[in-house]
């Protein structure tokens, strides 16, 4: 499928009910003041540089949408469907809150063309989200989520880690109760302390602890593969880089890689092939074959996961050799020449889960 251009319309914590611990709109978007007159700039500046021949989208990011006044919302709306109209645009999503979708929204954003709704979840755990502060309970998302399907739009789910009282069971469960719903797609965050934000305090005074980022990638990697043995798209691992997205800015702690995603599947390769059970002596000649992109991840950043499979394999004679006849495998010659198939030993690891 062609890659889906986004005009991303920034609607910084307007209008939400809420203040999640974690949250400090403001920031994470790098958008502070709203002005309604500089959506249309943001959608022709857009437009200018797309090439015509990709599908284009709106999106309404950063905030609640549905949670804005009802006025404001249908003026963004309508703004954005004025460009689906003439063809401009192909598509409008935006994000919001479980409890604030019903059949009255839900039977506004059809008229104006929306195609996308995307809800942060963030946990299906009743503690997580009350430690998080949420405001709403485990049963507004499967509510919403199964409201937005019956309607007929393609629904994201968005998913974070580490969040205060969370655990590995929990985000695992949480991922098997996002699979249940049948997203189209999902996007997995994990949790930063951001400045000005309740967590910072938390953190401060000893309240909470973030992951490390071993911790982090660890357990995204599982919910990488939980997902994708689902065939459930993941758009998204981690969080957009942006300005003010680095420790000497907004973020204080917490598993923040400008290649997060990267370090992930670097990691579900390393998990594959361990799963594999190859029969490897110590100290053997070693080459692994793989599409460019698994052999990218194979060596992982500078070298890391090179470096842990050197270990698992008890050897340092590993070579690394790109063969882009290799889809979904990896094949490994030593002194017996081995095939190994990435999704089939991804189902055999998440079947235990
Ligand atoms: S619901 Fe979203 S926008 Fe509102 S406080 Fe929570 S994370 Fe921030």
């Given at each position: 499928m062609a890659k889906i251009n986004i005009i991303p319309i920034f609607v910084p914590h307007l209008g939400c009910p809420n203040d999640c611990v974690f949250c400090n709109q403001k920031r994470i978007t790098g958008v502070s003041n709203f002005d309604i007159n500089n959506v249309l700039k943001t959608i022709e500046d857009h437009l200018s540089y797309f090439s015509p021949l990709s599908p284009r989208e709106i999106a309404f990011y950063g905030g609640s949408f549905t949670a804005i006044e009802e006025d404001l919302q249908k003026e963004l709306l309508s703004i954005a469907k004025s460009y689906k109209d003439r063809g401009l645009v192909d598509g409008i999503r935006l994000s919001t809150r479980p409890d604030c979708i019903d059949d009255h929204v839900l039977t506004y954003l059809k008229g104006y063309g929306v195609d996308t709704i995307e809800l942060g979840i963030q946990s299906t755990n009743e503690k997580v989200l009350n430690l998080s502060k949420r405001g709403h309970d485990r049963s507004s998302i499967f509510y919403a989520s199964k409201l937005i399907k019956e309607a007929g739009f393609k629904l994201g789910l968005q998913q974070m880690l580490g969040?205060?009282?969370?655990s590995q069971e929990y985000s695992i469960e949480t991922c098997k109760e996002i699979i249940g719903l049948k997203p189209d797609f999902v996007r997995i965050y994990p949790t930063l302390v951001i400045k000005n934000t309740e967590l910072e305090h938390m953190y401060l005074n000893g309240t909470y602890k973030p992951l490390t980022l071993d911790e982090a990638v660890d357990l995204a990697s599982k919910l990488i593969m939980l997902y994708e043995n689902s065939n459930i798209e993941i758009i998204r691992v981690g969080l957009q880089a942006t300005e003010n997205l680095k420790f000497d800015k907004d973020?204080?702690?917490?598993?923040?890689?400008?290649a997060f995603r990267e370090l992930c599947e670097s990691k579900k390769l390393y998990m594959v092939l361990k799963a594999a059970k190859l029969d490897i002596r110590e100290n053997e000649n070693i080459s692994l074959y793989s599409n460019a992109r698994n052999n990218a991840l194979l060596v992982g950043q500078r070298g890391s996961n090179k470096e842990n499979l050197k270990k698992l394999f008890k050897t340092d004679k590993i070579k690394f050799k790109v063969d882009n006849t290799l889809a979904d495998q990896i094949k490994i010659i030593a002194e017996k020449t081995y095939l190994v198939d990435i999704k089939e030993n991804i189902k055999k690891i998440v079947k235990g889960w």
């Open positions: 969040l205060p009282g969370d973020v204080v702690a917490g598993p923040l890689h400008d």
